[in-house]
């Protein structure tokens, strides 16, 4: 009985709020030590001669070890909560962020960066903090994923130009042990925020709506579980739109600078203009988001994938330093819908797959993020490499937005749910 009444008890809604508040925080810090790795990689090419291709490594397999960690992560904040999550998560940059400072070998960037750091990020990750804010936030569902997402855009924006500003001051070790001890510093403070916002176990179970009303029980006991969502062809296409999507982004993200440089514009100035291109993927989230609740996701996800291409076309045509205009719509336009299509898609997944298993089924969905992600960032450098342009890769970004949309579009309608079968 008592359990009863604890389930059907109104979370309040300020908790709601302070939830949201942390996962922004979080997320924004955790996405800040990740990001600055295009400003590294051009630091490493300089240091220890590697290929495009050679430092790309790190990256592709931290992608890989982000998407198919993903169902670790989802099972483990289904069970412990975003608050132990956000410690591991810490501890884990933390070790990874003091280690690179000391790096001597490809081997050893690609274990910190690519392992430790990844599996550390991603416990301060969409994954951890979707779930819970999914329950707080129903009808506004797409405009509340929008706000975490955009800290993706907001670390960016702000990593890369402060990082090659550290760089040349002190040099790349030192300014690894910086992000270390500014990331030690803001960890307990985070956790902090999640003791207070983290409901009880009980009140967990049950999720409320904007206002904090709780949601009927038999609803949440009604949730998909992953083996039924796996049943269902509109997993396997949600699994698609992430892999297109991871494909399409890293085709281009993480050699943005370097393409920049070599084309001959001053490293600073193409680090700066890449970055307020990239803080404008702040409002292209809240707005693609907030639309999506109103539009549909399908549509704002098309416009999204719609500008992404277009900044696209423009890198194709930068062929010499005075193109000034060119880099500027190329770093706005794809700077822009960076992550654009993150709530429209992770609100389509919590739309199709409600439940409390929603953390494993987006967990286990974001494997395909983790290998187009992987894929497409090596691939370029290895393009770059035997070809000494990175014009291939970017039409290959052009054509995996394009099979995205068409994969989004595909979700039109609901699932149906089909019995799993009992052995």
């Not at 009444?5 to 309040?12: E, G, I, K, M």
């Not at 790795?37 to 070890?65: D, K, N």
């Not at 193109?323 to 719509?329: E, P």
């Amino acid at each position: 009985m008592s359990e009863t009444r604890a389930l059907s008890r109104p979370a309040q809604p300020s908790t709601a709020w302070l939830s949201l508040t942390g996962a922004f925080i979080a997320f924004t810090v955790s996405a800040a030590m990740m990001h600055s790795y295009p400003v590294y990689l051009v630091s490493f090419i300089e240091e220890f001669g590697w290929g495009r291709a050679e430092t790309s490594i790190a990256y592709s397999v931290s992608q890989m070890v982000g998407g198919f960690t993903s169902p670790v992560i989802g099972i483990m904040v289904d069970r412990l909560g975003p608050r132990r999550l956000l410690m591991i998560g810490s501890a884990l940059l933390v070790l990874g962020l003091v280690g690179s400072a000391f790096v001597h070998a490809l081997w050893q960037i690609v274990f910190l960066y690519g392992i430790v750091m990844t599996f550390g990020a991603n416990c301060l990750g969409l994954v951890v903090f979707v779930p819970i804010i999914s329950r707080f936030f129903v009808r506004r569902r797409g405009m509340a994923i929008s706000v975490v997402q955009s800290a993706n855009g907001i670390a960016r924006g702000f990593s890369a130009p402060m990082v090659e500003q550290t760089i040349l001051q002190i040099g790349w070790r030192d300014t690894y042990l910086v992000q270390a001890v500014f990331m030690a510093l803001v960890a307990l403070p985070l956790s902090a925020i999640f003791r207070r916002a983290e409901p009880t176990r009980t009140v967990a179970t049950a999720p409320v709506n904007d206002a904090g009303e709780s949601i009927a029980t038999s609803a949440v006991q009604a949730g998909w579980t992953l083996a039924e969502a796996i049943r269902t062809p509109h997993f396997w296409l949600l699994f698609s739109v992430y892999l297109f999507t991871g494909l399409g982004s890293f085709f281009v993200s993480l050699h943005q600078l370097a393409f920049a440089v070599d084309i001959g514009f001053d490293k600073v100035y193409a680090a700066s203009v890449l970055g307020i291109g990239a803080f404008l993927a702040v409002p292209g989230i809240i707005v693609t988001g907030g639309m999506s609740d109103i539009v549909g996701r399908e549509i704002s996800a098309v416009i999204a994938y719609g500008f992404s291409i277009f900044g696209v076309v423009c890198a194709l045509f930068i062929t010499s330093p005075d193109q000034h205009l060119l880099l500027w719509l190329h770093a706005c336009f794809f700077g822009l819908t960076w992550g654009a299509r993150g709530p429209a898609i992770t609100a389509k997944t919590a739309d199709l797959f409600p439940g409390p298993r929603l953390g494993t089924i987006l967990g286990v969905i974001t494997i395909g993020s983790g290998l187009g992600a992987a894929i497409g960032a090596w691939a370029a450098g290895w393009i770059f490499d035997i070809s000494g342009s990175y014009r291939l890769a970017f039409i290959l970004s052009i054509a995996s937005y394009a099979a995205g949309v068409v994969a989004f579009w595909m979700l039109r309608r609901p699932p149906v749910r089909r019995a799993v079968p009992v052995a």
